[in-house]
């Protein structure tokens, strides 16, 4: 009986779900208490958006045990520039652990797949269900190319042109409804700098 329950618990999510500001709390800090939730701020006319969207569709149905939501930026923080997305906060125990940004940039041209997203994931610990500890000194730059078969095709998905170049810095901190959280340019260059 017990194993059914904890199977139970480890395939409770498995889709993206739509949250508002309203949800946050609930959704996101007080559900990361025991589970990685992962966070996608995004807007509908960024490509990079979109692409990320069908990756995390895919990730949600195989990691059921982690909590995927999605809300758009502007709707979240009010003032989000629509060029600093998409992001993706991850959250554990409550707080934000980790933040990934993407941004689109002319001179990158890269096909992201599903594999270079659990490749990006993977040194989090959000994939390792034993692993409760996150390294909070991790601020790196990541660009990957795609996975390519001898064949010469995508082992993961049908090959895509984006320009996808996530930035990470580590965060301990939460959001709260009584933050009323606004974007601030001046913080742009930290985050963005490498």
């Given at each position: 009986?017990?194993?059914?329950?904890?199977?139970?618990?480890?395939?409770?999510?498995?889709?993206?779900?739509?949250?508002?500001?309203?949800?946050?709390m609930?959704?996101?800090?007080?559900?990361?208490?025991?589970?990685?939730?992962l966070?996608?701020?995004?807007e509908?006319?960024i490509?990079?958006?979109?692409?990320?969207?069908?990756?995390?569709?895919?990730?949600?149905?195989?990691?059921?045990?982690?909590k995927?939501?999605?809300?758009?930026?502007?709707?979240?923080?009010?003032?989000?520039?629509?060029?600093?997305?998409p992001?993706?906060?991850?959250?554990?125990?409550?707080?934000?652990?980790?933040?990934?940004f993407?941004?689109?940039?002319?001179?990158?041209?890269?096909?992201?797949?599903?594999?270079?997203?659990?490749?990006?994931?993977?040194?989090?610990?959000?994939?390792?269900?034993?692993?409760?500890?996150?390294?909070?000194?991790?601020?790196?730059?990541f660009?990957?190319?795609?996975?390519?078969?001898?064949d010469?095709?995508?082992?993961?998905?049908?090959?895509?042109?984006?320009k996808?170049?996530?930035?990470?810095?580590?965060?301990?901190?939460?959001?709260?409804?009584?933050?009323d959280?606004?974007?601030?340019?001046?913080?742009?260059?930290?985050?963005?700098?490498?």
């Amino acid at each position: 009986m017990r194993e059914l329950k904890e199977a139970q618990e480890r395939n409770r999510y498995g889709t993206v779900e739509n949250i508002g500001r309203e949800d946050w709390m609930r959704e996101v800090n007080d559900a990361s208490q025991d589970t990685w939730v992962l966070v996608h701020l995004y807007e509908d006319c960024i490509e990079a958006c979109q692409i990320l969207d069908a990756m995390l569709v895919g990730l949600a149905k195989e990691y059921r045990a982690l909590k995927f939501v999605r809300i758009r930026a502007r709707a979240a923080v009010e003032n989000w520039p629509e060029d600093k997305v998409p992001v993706l906060f991850l959250y554990y125990h409550g707080e934000m652990k980790h933040q990934l940004f993407g941004h689109t940039d002319r001179r990158l041209r890269t096909d992201f797949t599903l594999a270079n997203l659990k490749q990006l994931l993977t040194p989090f610990g959000i994939f390792d269900s034993t692993n409760t500890t996150t390294d909070s000194s991790r601020s790196k730059s990541f660009c990957y190319n795609s996975d390519i078969n001898s064949d010469g095709e995508d082992n993961h998905q049908p090959r895509r042109s984006s320009k996808l170049r996530f930035s990470s810095s580590a965060r301990s901190g939460a959001y709260d409804k009584h933050d009323d959280a606004t974007w601030d340019k001046s913080e742009d260059e930290d985050i963005l700098i490498q």
